[in-house]
Every structure is written in structure tokens, then in C-alpha cells.
């Protein structure tokens, strides 16, 4: 096909901030610098969160700077506030993560607010953000399903996609399936929708909860999304999410990809590799096929 995609690796931030026993900072560098070794160019580790929320970020700065000494990675942190902001931009993110939910009841549980004071307090960062020319990407969790609300209409997930590209046409924006309950025409229906409306960048970010995690980023893929979140080991899930279980495995999209002749410039072996070394995470549960196909293995 001669096209090409990017995976984002998220298992040292999305795939770790649900295991409740600390995962020590030499892991998650340990984790970093081999998904780095696999080829991977795009890394989330970490977030800069509250620790008493989520103590599995408290070390954010830590494996940012050990990331930050990559060659040619290009590292985000999520950040949820000014405070965040403010951590991120003195610790030397190269992307900030901005977020917040599309359904009311997630964005409190998750962030303890409005969806409307989250939306105004996001969207003076993204102004300061654009002045100071660093790189963001704003998610939306729950576009597509709440574990509090159910499915979410595709209109009210394209109100909100709207709302955020106002607040710049050049920022990336992130589409997130948070509990995995997404289905494919769903998710070709909102981005379709997106991409012909509006010309910035999107990403989708997908687990695989009910098994639909690949079945969902094809939909994406076909409906021209070339930016797909993953976790190797199929790490993840949301505290703030019941039930939600591990992102779309970093290996399963790749090993998609290939098959279909889409470039994503990972090592094979060596993914695996990182795949086997997040998987094996104290604490975590992973996910994900090609790791258990021997064939694959052999490919």
C-alpha cells in the first residue's frame, strides 16, 4: 500500500497508572529505553497528576529525563491542570497531553469537575501552550461509551471534537474508547465525521476490553486516522473506569499493520521483546494475542 502510521506508546503511563503496588522507577526506565530499542518514536511516560490520586505517576519527572536522553524520542506527559502545566513545561516535555472526558459523569469521576470548568481551564493552557510553541495533544476520553452513562450518541462526541479544535486548528487531538466498548461503525462514524470536518491531526486510542481493540483502530485506519495509541503487553486501563481493562497491544496493531503492507517503522523482535518485559510488570495484567502465537513469533 506504500502508507505508513504511527503508534504512540502509552504502557509507561496508561498501562501502569492502574496497578496499585509502586512499579519501580528503574522498571518503567527499563520499559522506556526498550520500546525506544524496538523503534518506537513516540512515548507517553508519565503524567503529571496529582500522587495522592494516582501514585503511580509520582515519579514522572524521573522517567521523563531518563527519556528525554533517547535519541530521537519524542516524549508526553499528561497534564490535567495549571499545576500540571506547570510541571511539565519546567521538567521538558516535549508534548503536553491535555484531557478530559466527553460525558459528564467520567469527567467528574476522573477529574473531579465540570466537563465545563475542565473545558476553561484546559483551554487557557492551550492558548499559553501555543504561544510558547510547545507541541500538545488534547484526548477526549469516552467518546464512544461511559462505564456511567453507556454509549455516547456520536453527536454529543463530534460537539466536543468541535469545541476543542476551536481552541486550535493545529493541535492533535485524541479520541479515546476508555472502556474498550466501542464498535467499529462507531468509530468510523466519528472520525469520518471529523476528518471531513475539520483539517488538524487525529489520533485514536483504543482498548481492547471486549476484544474489538484492533477491530476498532482498522476503523479508524480506514476512515484516515494515521496516529494509533498502544500499549505493548497490552497494559492498561482506567482507575476512574470500572471495568475497564489494558489498551490495544502495541505488538497486535503492529503485527495488523504488516500484514496489511502499512509501514510503522517498529522492529519486530525487538518489540516483542518490550512487549515481554511490559507484560511482566509486577502487578499488571497484560493482554494482547501475538505474544502467545508462536508463529508470530517466528516471523
Same mark, same amino acid.
Given at each position: 500500500?506504500?502508507?505508513?502510521?504511527?503508534?504512540?506508546?502509552?504502557?509507561?503511563?496508561?498501562?501502569?497508572?492502574?496497578? @496499585?503496588?509502586?512499579?519501580?522507577?528503574?522498571?518503567?526506565?527499563?520499559?522506556?529505553?526498550?520500546?525506544?530499542?524496538?523503534?518506537?518514536?513516540?512515548?507517553?511516560? @508519565?503524567?503529571?497528576?496529582?500522587?495522592?490520586?494516582?501514585?503511580?505517576?509520582?515519579?514522572?519527572?524521573?522517567?521523563?529525563?531518563?527519556?528525554?536522553?533517547?535519541?530521537?524520542?519524542?516524549?508526553?506527559?499528561?497534564?490535567?491542570? !495549571?499545576?500540571?502545566?506547570?510541571?511539565?513545561?519546567?521538567?521538558?516535555?516535549?508534548?503536553? @497531553?491535555?484531557?478530559?472526558?466527553?460525558?459528564?459523569?467520567?469527567?467528574?469521576?476522573?477529574?473531579?469537575?465540570?466537563? /465545563?470548568?475542565?473545558?476553561?481551564? #484546559?483551554?487557557?493552557?492551550?492558548?499559553?501552550?501555543? !504561544? #510558547?510553541?510547545?507541541?500538545?495533544?488534547?484526548?477526549?476520553?469516552?467518546?464512544?461509551?461511559?462505564?456511567?452513562?453507556?454509549?455516547?450518541?456520536?453527536? $454529543?462526541?463530534? $460537539?466536543?471534537?468541535?469545541?476543542?479544535?476551536?481552541?486550535?486548528?493545529?493541535?492533535?487531538?485524541?479520541?479515546?474508547?476508555?472502556?474498550?466498548?466501542?464498535?467499529?461503525?462507531?468509530? /468510523?462514524?466519528?472520525? !469520518?465525521?471529523?476528518?471531513?470536518?475539520?483539517?488538524?491531526?487525529?489520533?485514536?486510542?483504543?482498548?481492547?476490553?471486549?476484544?474489538?481493540?484492533?477491530?476498532?483502530?482498522?476503523?479508524?485506519?480506514?476512515?484516515?486516522?494515521?496516529?494509533? $495509541?498502544?500499549?505493548?503487553?497490552?497494559?492498561?486501563?482506567?482507575?476512574?473506569?470500572?471495568?475497564?481493562?489494558?489498551?490495544?497491544?502495541?505488538?497486535?496493531?503492529?503485527?495488523?499493520? !504488516?500484514?496489511?503492507?502499512?509501514?510503522?517503522?517498529? $522492529?519486530?523482535?525487538? #518489540?516483542?521483546?518490550?512487549?515481554?518485559?511490559?507484560?511482566?510488570?509486577?502487578g499488571g495484567t497484560p493482554g494482547g494475542r501475538m505474544r502467545g502465537v508462536p508463529? /508470530?513469533?517466528? /516471523?
Open positions: 500500500m506504500g502508507e505508513s502510521v504511527t503508534i504512540s506508546e502509552v504502557a509507561p503511563r496508561d498501562g501502569l497508572q492502574s496497578i @496499585g503496588p509502586f512499579v519501580a522507577t528503574e522498571t518503567k526506565v527499563a520499559m522506556v529505553r526498550a520500546l525506544h530499542e524496538a523503534g518506537l518514536r513516540r512515548m507517553e511516560v @508519565g503524567s503529571f497528576v496529582s500522587p495522592r490520586h494516582v501514585p503511580q505517576m509520582a515519579d514522572t519527572a524521573e522517567v521523563l529525563k531518563a527519556a528525554r536522553a533517547l535519541p530521537g524520542l519524542e516524549s508526553t506527559v499528561l497534564v490535567p491542570n !495549571r499545576k500540571g502545566f506547570d510541571l511539565a513545561m519546567a521538567a521538558g516535555a516535549d508534548r503536553l @497531553g491535555f484531557f478530559m472526558s466527553v460525558t459528564e459523569a467520567h469527567n467528574r469521576a476522573n477529574l473531579n469537575r465540570s466537563r /465545563a470548568d475542565s473545558l476553561a481551564e #484546559l483551554s487557557e493552557l492551550v492558548r499559553e501552550g501555543a !504561544r #510558547l510553541g510547545v507541541k500538545m495533544r488534547f484526548n477526549l476520553s469516552c467518546a464512544f461509551h461511559c462505564p456511567f452513562e453507556g454509549v455516547v450518541p456520536v453527536a $454529543d462526541a463530534i $460537539d466536543m471534537v468541535e469545541k476543542v479544535y476551536s481552541l486550535d486548528p493545529e493541535m492533535e487531538i485524541g479520541i479515546a474508547d476508555t472502556t474498550g466498548n466501542a464498535a467499529p461503525d462507531q468509530v /468510523a462514524e466519528v472520525f !469520518r465525521h471529523a476528518l471531513a470536518s475539520w483539517n488538524n491531526p487525529f489520533a485514536f486510542h483504543g482498548h481492547d476490553t471486549y476484544g474489538m481493540g484492533v477491530a476498532n483502530a482498522l476503523a479508524a485506519f480506514e476512515a484516515g486516522v494515521r496516529v494509533f $495509541d498502544g500499549a505493548a503487553g497490552g497494559l492498561g486501563g482506567c482507575p476512574f473506569a470500572p471495568g475497564a481493562t489494558g489498551n490495544t497491544a502495541t505488538e497486535d496493531l503492529a503485527w495488523m499493520f !504488516r500484514r496489511m503492507g502499512v509501514s510503522t517503522g517498529l $522492529d519486530w523482535a525487538k #518489540l516483542l521483546k518490550a512487549a515481554d518485559l511490559c507484560a511482566a510488570v509486577p508463529a /508470530a513469533r517466528a /516471523a
